[in-house]
């Protein structure tokens, strides 16, 4: 367990420092920090002189060090476009990022689980064959086409949701949310769903595939020959051996939405970290990219390494490996 | 054989496995009766058509199995042709089952208690608390000792033995008349399968509760049973009494099994080891399924399907052994 563990963390380690390097080498080599912080009209002498300020005169491996060392403390240094803190710039955007892949987890569970459960226990039935047939249409239509084609339905023909923004939100201390106001809420729906709607596939045939097996096992046919209620059987038993991978995968997912968070924010003009790094990229404003890409990596990384740890502290194969001595059932 | 009709009947059971090159009959003219009280062996080798037997009678046949023809009825009802919630509600609660494996057959994610419980509260009006107890009740009658903390736990804390003895306590937790044993201690331990078999053969005395006892050891079936019946290839080719049987088995193939009983083979020296394996269901013979195994066989057997007789000790054979001890 033990070597586990520390085996998993080199991974993340050695992980992000590859991000890390990549980030630098953005930083470095994509155009000239000097040229884009002066004007065209500063003395070699100036040059020169920043480009001591910067370090850049040091060598390779020291501009490198510097570099990830300032990172782990929160310095990605300053925005060319807005001279504020990159770090601030991007923990401000934070909370609409994390807000809206939260919504699309919570979307994808509630309604993927159900559907994946139908789609199991009536295979046969037309409802299942549609269900798997849309499912195929979700995961091939891209998400931009899929966010534009629901603000000319819900925002410009019906008008029930706002088609761009956050709405109102409210401060928390640092974090600021818009699940307090009913325009905050409204506003979350086009962009929850869009985002959520790879993932409620995922869940679902997950969820089937997961329900298919476990309908097979002995002890679902030894509840059936108890009597038991259909309801039970679906519900209680076989669905919940089905939630273990489902909560894995899930918690998995998440670092993937703040990802793709970045097309979704782009369509709806969401004030996210996406949006930023998006806006970033047309400003060639290097360190809020190279930020943006080692924080979303270290999200990713290290939700990646904790599904991994609490999945081999609470796997049922390991706790009952060493209670019983016998590897059986899931 | 006359008044009341028995507990359980199995009349002409057909069970027919629909495949793609078209139906295979696995269950062929399977007929037999179990009174209350009563424990029927029911023994042959793998294949021979045994848990389907039972599986069809707890109404779990699933597709592409299905009842092509025959009956089963329960106190004279039939229970074949019910509907799905109707046979729902009469599986557990007048037929119980107990499977083979016990380390698959419990949910590994729930406690024994949780399980016991909702068994008990589907099948019988009572609250948690009550349920609770009888749940308790249940443990103590099986011989699980501490019921009152082993309640909570979960089924990977048990040993695969006490496992079973709660796979039986779940069979008995709706109180039913008949419970269907498919092969309850092959899993097991030798050490533990007599305990196993001898706490199903105190149930059924102290309840009153009949049991088809589904093996293919034919010494727990000379312990346990009290009728027996041989199947090969999806028939029914012997039974009658237990003792008679397995005395004078008037079938080539019984003789055979006999071999297969430790204690019996001293006396059965002389006896050969049936050659060769049971067919397949894709090729069974034309006649007697047995006859290419047969040292007995004739043409005859090669063409004619043996009938099983209408007798208490009945036999499906053109040339059964004589009576008398093997011959
Ligand atoms: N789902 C199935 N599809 C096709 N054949 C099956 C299926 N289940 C069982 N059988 C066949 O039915 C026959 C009887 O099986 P079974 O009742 O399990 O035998 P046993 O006497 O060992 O319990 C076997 O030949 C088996 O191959
Ligand atoms: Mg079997």
Not at chain 1, 278 to 300: K, R
Not at chain 2, 43 to 61: C, D, F, P, Q, R
Not at chain 2, 143 to 162: L, T
Request: glycine letters at 8%.
């Amino acid at each position: 367990m033990l070597a586990f563990l520390v085996k998993r963390l080199l991974n993340a380690v050695g992980v992000m420092l590859a991000v890390a390097f990549l980030a630098f080498m953005i930083f470095r080599f994509v155009g000239d920090p000097v040229e884009l912080m002066l004007n065209e009209q500063a003395s070699q002498a100036q040059r020169d002189e920043l480009r001591m300020r910067l370090g850049l005169d040091r060598s390779f491996f020291v501009q490198f060090g510097t570099f990830v060392f300032n990172a782990m403390r929160g310095d990605f240094g300053i925005s060319y476009r807005n001279q504020q803190e990159v770090f601030t710039l991007i923990v401000e955007r934070f909370p609409a990022t994390f807000e809206l892949v939260l919504v699309a987890t919570f979307l994808s569970l509630a309604i993927g689980i159900p559907l994946g459960v139908y789609s199991a226990i009536r295979r046969e039935s037309l409802g299942a064959q549609a269900i798997q047939f849309i499912s195929v249409l979700g995961v091939s239509l891209p998400s931009f086409a899929l966010g534009i084609l629901f603000i000319l339905l819900f925002s410009v023909t019906l008008q029930w949701l706002p088609a761009f923004g956050r709405g109102e939100t409210v401060a928390l201390g640092w974090w600021t949310t818009g699940l307090l106001t009913p325009s905050g809420r409204l506003a979350l729906i086009l962009p929850g769903l869009t985002l959520s709607l790879f993932q409620i596939t995922l869940v679902m045939r997950l969820v089937r595939a997961e329900m298919l097996e476990t309908m097979r096992t002995e002890f679902i046919r030894f509840a059936r020959a108890r009597g038991l209620p259909d309801g039970s059987i679906h519900f209680r038993h076989a669905l919940r051996n089905c939630l273990m991978p489902v909560i894995t995968v899930t918690g998995l997912q998440i670092g993937n939405l703040i990802a793709f968070a970045l097309v979704t924010e782009t369509v709806f003009q969401w004030p996210g970290m996406g949006l930023l790094f998006v806006q970033a990229v047309t400003f060639v404003d290097i360190p809020v990219m190279a930020a943006y890409l080692i924080i979303v990596s270290f999200i990713f990384v290290t939700l990646n390494t904790l599904v991994d740890l609490t999945y081999a502290l609470v796997d049922p194969r390991l706790r009952q490996d060493a209670l019983a001595g016998g590897a059986h059932g899931r | 054989m006359s008044g009341a009709p028995p507990l359980l009947a199995v009349d002409h059971l057909e069970v027919v496995f629909d495949t793609r090159h078209g139906p295979l009959r696995a269950l062929d003219h399977v007929s037999l009766e179990i009174s209350a009280g009563e424990i029927l062996g029911v023994v042959g080798e793998s294949g021979a058509g045994k848990s389907l037997t039972g599986t069809a009678i707890i109404g779990l046949l699933d597709p592409p199995g299905r009842i092509a023809g025959g009956e089963i009825r329960l106190n004279g009802q039939r229970i074949d042709n019910l509907p799905p919630e109707a046979m729902r509600k009469l599986r557990g609660k007048r037929i119980g089952a107990i499977f083979q494996d016990p380390l698959t057959s419990l949910h590994p994610m729930l406690t024994i208690g949780e399980q016991l419980i909702e068994t008990i509260r589907t099948h019988l009006p009572l609250d948690a608390a009550a349920a609770r107890a009888r749940a308790i009740d249940l443990l103590t009658e099986v011989g699980i000792p501490a019921p009152e903390v082993r309640i909570d736990h979960h089924p990977h804390q048990f040993s695969g033995g006490m496992r079973q003895r709660v796979v039986i306590a779940l069979a008995l937790a709706g109180e039913p008349d008949l419970i269907v044993a498919d092969e309850p201690t092959t899993a097991l331990d030798v050490s533990i399968q007599a305990q196993i078999t001898t706490l199903l053969k105190r149930i059924c005395r102290e309840r009153g509760a009949a049991v088809m006892l589904v093996t293919h050891d034919m010494g727990v079936i000379a312990e346990t049973a009290d009728r027996v019946a041989v199947m090969y290839a999806g028939r029914i080719i012997e039974t009658g009494p237990v003792e008679a049987v397995t005395r004078a088995p008037r079938h080539p193939y019984t003789r055979g099994l006999m071999a297969s009983i430790p204690s019996m083979r001293v006396r059965e020296a002389s006896l050969h080891q049936i050659d060769g394996a049971m067919p397949r269901l894709t090729a069974i013979p034309p006649g007697c399924a047995f006859n290419p195994r047969c040292l007995g066989a004739s043409a005859r057997c090669r063409v004619e399907k043996p009938m099983l007789e209408a007798l208490p000790h009945a036999v499906a054979c053109w040339h059964p052994v004589a009576g008398g001890p093997h011959g």
